[in-house]
């Protein structure tokens, strides 16, 4: 038994050294994987080992040729693990799910057009069936991804630049997501709302590389020794979604380049170059299997662009038509960021109000479905949306604006015939102009009222087709003014509008996500790069001003979400070379130190909620030996007061008791001392509030009252490491995790062990004044140390680049401070100051008081009360001087 | 004096905190730059305000006029400071050099054309006119640049690699490099040797950036304050050098997009997304101004691409045509990987083959003008040239090789007419196969060696041609086999040989520079970007097999030149995990300890010459407090030793014997005792060599023997740092760089102090006795540190993260070994397994012997003197047990 532990504990340190930045949850579910892996390996092994053997006993016709069968076999599957085979494989189940996904939103589009076809004759019939279809569509949808998986709510881009920093966001990859994400997205599209499938999709894309990921662990290969391996999966894994990130994008506009590099702006800080070519792979497979799809269902002849444009190539514009290209981008800049405080104000107005809040928690699918109502209200084609050519899909509208012929002819539509869709645009009362400019508007707030709600959707495609809308409409003003071009010289060559619908189309959707690489994308998806110079422009420039103006979308929800990610030094950075760490550190670090006793270890847990801690050799050295996490101090401090060691104690009483009972014979008071309870316990607790200044309210004695009181049905959203100790593990779970089975068992008071909580409350102040031994614990030797003069642009970059959580700041070997990502946001967002992002998650309300929540939410909630109880307790024992305030003092 | 010191010691400690890797060089540079500045500023400043004074005093007509005017001014000033700004002007002035570059490149060529046609009478003379010219203006070229900066030669992105991984190389970012980078390029591509622009045009934006940095902080903005604010120049620096290398490409092939993508492949290991825009903002700009040039020039009607097909949009291929593109993708890896292998094969060659290396180092001019006459007699349009095209420009090829016609019409030119340059291919005899194929062959070995002659070139573009032509000789092989298209169904779409062109083009540029991103360079180049899908698939099959074959063409430049730049991990790195920092680690650290003496700090630092040292707490606990740079330790040493300090013990000693000589009068014994130096050393070193193990072949005291004794004309290239201490500074002078004004006078013997060799070596000897004196030593309290279990994969992503030069290696705050880049090298190396490349850089010894080199090999010489030095002196001290050997023991 011994043997085992010690085996398991030295196991267990080989794997932690040498991981620094990882977070609790990732630890106790990468065990929890090795666990089961192991349990699934070793019979495999020993099976395929026992088959070989039986084969070579068998000495039948083919025996060998089995043999070579078998082996052939091993050899394949050992080849599975390749970085090309997944990618293939990844790249191939993204191509498919994104054609079936549109094949389906394709379906339901039809369909909703060939019901409002077949009630041609009465109108209101018409305009049920018209209103009722996306209704019922979005809030089937609003309503099976709360069901299934509320993680899938959304676009999936902001949760995915957080996870690829380094955070384990619980339950954003699991198969429940991604069913609930697929069919959520198909029924969101098929309304025909103003939503986009590009952020989902790389959300999808993720899901599906760790689920592959997962999979293929189960046939072995390189997946198979992720204990031994350590690291490897954990940076394997955010390489693998990097390029799924990738495979996303490319996969849905059939762009591989673009994609790769939107990818790598939206969700990356500092890139690895090396991990370029995965991206580039994937995605492009990905993007070439999805148009080989349409090739093969007949819808195209060959593999060509999926918005295809015919621009002219001899003479795509004018020098002279400059201005008006970067006209589009400053005004796309202004709207993006516009686009971008419209989509957060409307997510803040539900909020403050009160009463429509409270109303909409109790009806979680009202919402969706009024808007959705609202939405498709305006856009009924008899009614105002003949204005705004409301019976285009999005998919036509963009068809459509990317037109390479003229629209306007000096106010008299004389040769020109609208063909085909196009004919929508054309209003007989209403001019070509302001049936650009209504849909521009009704668009813009109907894109940013739709994206708020709890459906997985994007913003990118109702974002492009505005954009494009609004470069047409610039083109066709400047086709009405030059009606036969710029250009001066012999040969005519008139403007053609459908190339500033281009620009405004990657200029627009490059300001709402503060990229670059839409161009890229606008290239990829039109097939013609002619516009290269004029899109590029337009989309710097819009990028200059939204950036200056607002955050991007996605940053804009991380901070709504409040997902822990660090915000970017802004354009102008030059004032943040001038804050330095120092400006910025705690000094009052929370640290232990190698001499110290359990009750500093209690009282360090209790001051504050930092992941690790600082270990410092002495409290006057101050020299800093490494960090611990935070669960193995506690699961250090459970297993001095746990249960186990406290029924060993009262074994030990119990034989002395004994001892003492067979030379005297005596009858115990056990039944009293139940009874007194109460009052005993609220006189020591008199006596000992005299030192501290907050009244107890309900005392109870330490560990039961860790305990959460009310909560039935938590998510498994905290793991908990499975500790070096088998026994201090389970202590550490009763002090977290509330189980129902044994929950009834003890209720108030511990009925299974035989001390009065007066008892339990003196014995455990014993055991805290006990020292600590740091044995059994795993320090991290080497945690991120920085200097007090190290700029805030610095810490910011490092902090970026090796994800980390916290650092140490050190003078010489001696520890004066601590960084965390909370101050270094703070120093960043105080000089950025972007206003009114300080809001809650998206209908988040919903969430809370719904069947499960996400993880942080729920870690901070724990550890509010966690520390509220151990305030209880603190008040109970003796008040010790503060040990940060000595280290702050110190520091000074 | 002594508040003076102190303040100037404050202000250095403020600046050195926080810096981690920081080099000697880059400090001392930076330290100049500061000085030089502060001279600059502090006068314009008050004159600045000396100025508005006197416009207030000036009460004439337009005093308010003028008061705004300066203010506006001043705003203008500290506007320039921005990065956009400086942005624009980088961009501006790369378009007007590349457009200037082109511009001469073309008038060359052109002079070359009508020499040759003005000579058609004879055969001979026109040989001699078309020989002749190349050879001229490449060896002027290769004079010129040897002369004026011997650093412009070859591409210059394998250095801006190394620049941006935070390596300072000297001399590389002068205006003297950028006057024969660009001088050298016109004149080398002027010659119509088969050499690119792309790869010297990274280098010369990068110059600009530096240049133009430098020229604006002369009018101030925050140009101002690079002192003040520390880190910021170094950072910014950083990010405009990348920003340049996008400027470089993107301004020499109108690629904007491309270039970017090209040059964070090329140049980084890890991009910071934040610099992206960057890059792209300048690089559209450079472009822009670029075409519009041509526009401007009446070259262009409008703004189109620099090489612009006109293939057909509506079905640009064939889905099965898609294998032919996998074999261009597929034959282009190899081809690449052949061109690295070829290209290094012939430097290794010339330096293997000593007569020829040793005729060639006296005659630096001869390889160049053999190499041009070889290629240009190759070439001979009437000659063997006929055969391949020899008359058509680089340019000309490449245009004609991307033609959207089909030249081979099955065998015979029925119809088609071979229009303009695309007559060369057609040779009346010869199958217009053969031709391709002779060009490709020819071409190939011969762009392998153009590379090689040290002149400013680059690779890229004669690469690009020959996968140009690559691809065409596959697609007209296409033609020729399926005359009427794959295509079964009733439209006739036949193949389009010059989008083949196009595939290979962007494959074998790709495999040659192990980059995806030839691909948008591509699409750039030729304006359409329908081939997308074939162009990438060829591409990342060229990658991926030239990946597997040989290190991309700049790696292998960086190997054959020793820069200090750590190798990528290959694609299928996954026995990387397996290898540990424990096991790559050098466990014999020198380290020093807090209480040592400076006989342990000399030691110490003769035994290594890592940049950095550790400072350990003591030597039993083994804890790391921090690292000092090598030069503070030898500044402490040399002000211990030196001679101020020497000066002062004779004044204090001669002030004690003249109280002795006033008591007793007696004449001194110095004559007598100089002359018995030799056999006094002698006795010493003898005496005390019987403790050390080898013989002491040369002895002379120490100080004077630091002196190195021949070199007359040293570059500036080791910078020392300006020491806190002036006296000390001047000293580590003395200790290292030869000053031509003092070596005539300390010759042999200190003539100028009054101690015999004998007396100085005691007296050193008690010195070294003394305990160090840490205070006034800047020290990082802060160093890398890692932990036995880091696998060699993280420490590779942290290396390279950081830009770190060395590691240490901690266990719970004990020092257990240090890793460096070069053990990381070596790791990697050890499995990747490259053979070959270890060879002298191209043509090195023409430098070796010349009047300046590169800094790395200057400073690795005098490390290695030093050290020899120093061992002369060890052996005459006592043997003293190894500091290292002890931690080694403690380590295991």
Redesign the interface.
């Known amino acids: 038994m011994a043997g085992d532990d010690q085996r398991a504990l030295q196991y267990e340190q080989?794997l932690m050294?040498?991981r620094y930045t990882q977070e609790l949850g990732a630890y106790a579910k990468e065990e929890a994987a090795r666990l089961r892996e192991e349990g699934v390996r070793r019979p495999s092994v020993k099976e395929r080992s026992r088959s070989l053997e039986l084969l070579e006993y068998d000495r039948g016709r083919c025996a060998k040729c089995r043999i070579c069968t078998v082996r052939c076999q091993k050899f394949l599957i050992s080849r599975v693990g390749?970085?090309?085979i997944f990618l293939i494989l990844l790249g191939l189940l993204m191509a498919l799910v994104s054609w079936v996904v549109d094949f389906a939103i394709a379906i339901c589009l039809q369909a909703q057009k060939w019901m409002y076809g077949g009630l041609e004759s009465n109108v209101f019939l018409q305009y049920l069936a018209w209103v009722t279809y996306p209704v019922v569509l979005i809030t089937f949808s609003a309503g099976f991804t709360q069901i299934l998986a509320p993680q899938a709510v959304g676009s999936g881009i902001p949760e995915m630049k957080t996870i690829l920093r380094g955070v384990v966001l619980k339950e954003y990859l699991t198969f429940k997501t991604f069913v609930a994400k697929v069919i959520g997205l198909t029924c969101a599209l098929g309304s025909g709302m103003p939503l986009g499938k590009e952020g989902p999709f790389v959300h999808i894309a993720s899901l599906c590389a760790a689920l592959l990921s997962k999979f293929m662990s189960l046939f072995g290969g390189?997946y198979e020794e992720p204990s031994l391996?350590?690291?490897?999966n954990e940076?394997r894994n955010i390489e693998m979604l990097a390029a799924a990130c990738a495979v996303g994008v490319g996969c849905c506009f059939a762009a591989?380049?673009g994609g790769v590099?939107f990818s790598?702006?939206v969700t990356?800080?500092?890139?690895?170059?090396?991990n370029?070519?995965r991206g580039?792979?994937a995605a492009?497979f990905s993007?070439?299997i999805f148009?080989?799809l349409a090739?093969w269902n007949r819808d195209e002849?060959?593999?060509?662009?999926l918005f295809?444009t015919?621009f002219r190539?001899?003479?795509?514009?004018?020098?002279q038509e400059l201005p008006a290209f970067a006209v589009i981008g400053i005004a796309s800049g202004f709207g993006g960021a516009l686009f971008v405080y419209l989509n957060r104000l409307i997510v803040q107005f539900i909020r403050k109000q009160k009463t429509i809040n409270k109303f909409l928690m109790k009806k979680r699918l009202l919402y969706p479905a009024l808007v959705t109502l609202l939405v498709s209200t305006l856009t009924f084609p008899p009614g105002f949306g003949q204005f705004m050519a409301g019976k285009l899909t999005q998919k036509e509208s963009l068809v459509t604006l990317l037109d390479n012929r003229t629209w306007a002819k000096q106010g008299i539509a004389e040769g020109f015939d609208y063909i085909g869709n196009s004919q929508a645009w054309n209003h007989p009362q209403v001019n070509v102009f302001v049936t650009l400019v209504l849909f521009i508007v009704m668009k813009f707030w109907m894109s940013a009222l739709a994206t708020t709600i709890p459906v997985p959707c994007g913003a990118f495609m109702p974002v492009f087709v505005i954009g494009a809308a609004f470069g047409r409409l610039v083109g066709e003003s400047m086709a009405a003014w030059f009606p036969d071009g710029i250009?001066s010289?012999g040969t005519i060559y008139p403007i053609v509008p459908g190339g500033y619908a281009v620009v405004g189309a990657a200029a627009l959707s490059g300001a709402v996500t503060h990229t670059?690489s839409t161009?890229?994308i606008v290239?990829?998806l039109t097939?013609?790069?002619?516009h290269?110079?004029p899109v590029?422009?337009a989309v710097?420039l819009a990028?200059?001003v939204a950036q200056s103006l607002q955050p991007s979308l996605y940053d804009s929800i991380i901070r709504i979400k409040k997902l822990p990610y660090l915000p970017?030094?802004g354009?102008?950075h030059?004032e943040k070379?001038?804050i330095r760490?120092e400006d910025i550190m705690i000094r009052d670090v929370m640290y232990i130190t190698l001499n110290c006793c359990y009750r500093d270890l209690h009282d360090v847990l209790l001051a504050g909620h930092l992941k690790t801690l600082a270990l410092l050799?002495s409290s006057e050295s101050m020299?800093?030996?490494?960090s611990i996490e935070r669960a193995q101090l506690q699961a250090l401090l459970s297993l001095q007061l746990g249960r186990p060691r406290r029924l060993e104690y009262l074994r030990d009483r119990a034989t002395a008791e004994m001892k003492r009972l067979s030379m005297i014979s005596h009858p115990g008071s056990e039944d009293g001392s139940q009874r007194v309870n109460q009052e005993v316990r609220f006189q020591i607790s008199t006596e000992e509030s005299s030192f501290s200044s907050t009244p107890t309210p309900s005392m109870k004695p330490l560990k039961p009252a860790l305990k959460r009181p009310s909560v039935v049905d938590r998510p498994p959203d905290i793991h908990m490491p499975t500790s070096p100790q088998d026994h201090s593990g389970n202590t550490l779970k009763n002090l977290f995790c509330v189980n129902p089975e044994t929950e009834g068992l003890e209720d108030d008071f511990d009925v299974d062990d035989d001390m009065t909580i007066r008892e339990i409350a003196e014995w455990e102040e014993n055991q805290l004044d006990e020292q600590v031994n740091f044995d059994n614990c795993k320090?991290?030797?080497?945690p991120f140390?920085?200097?007090?003069?190290?700029?805030l642009?610095?810490t910011h970059?490092?902090f970026s680049?090796?994800g980390l959580d916290h650092a140490y700041v050190?003078?010489?070997?001696?520890l004066i401070g601590v960084v965390s990502l909370k101050e270094l946001r703070k120093a960043i967002e105080g000089s950025v100051a972007v206003k009114g992002v300080k809001v809650r998650p998206p209908l988040s309300s919903f969430r809370d008081s719904g069947t499960s929540g996400t993880s942080s939410s729920n870690s901070e909630n724990e550890a509010t009360e966690l520390h509220k109880l151990w305030d209880r307790h603190k008040s109970m024992s003796l008040p010790r001087e503060h040990l940060a305030s000595d280290s702050d003092e110190k520091s000074q």
Chains 1, 2 share one sequence.
């Open positions: 080989t050294y040498g390749e970085d090309w390189i391996i350590g690291n490897k940076s591989p380049i590099l790598i702006e990356s800080t500092f890139f690895a170059v090396r370029y070519w580039f792979f492009t993007a070439f148009r080989v090739v002849e060959t593999i060509t662009a295809k015919r190539l001899d003479f795509p514009f004018d020098l250009h010289d670059v161009a890229v290239f990829e097939g013609q790069i002619s290269i110079l590029m422009i710097i990028n200059a970017e030094l354009w102008g030059h070379y001038n760490v050799e020299i800093l030996l490494g320090i991290d030797p080497a140390q920085l200097v007090e003069r190290t700029s642009h610095k970059t490092i680049l090796l050190t003078s010489i070997g001696r």
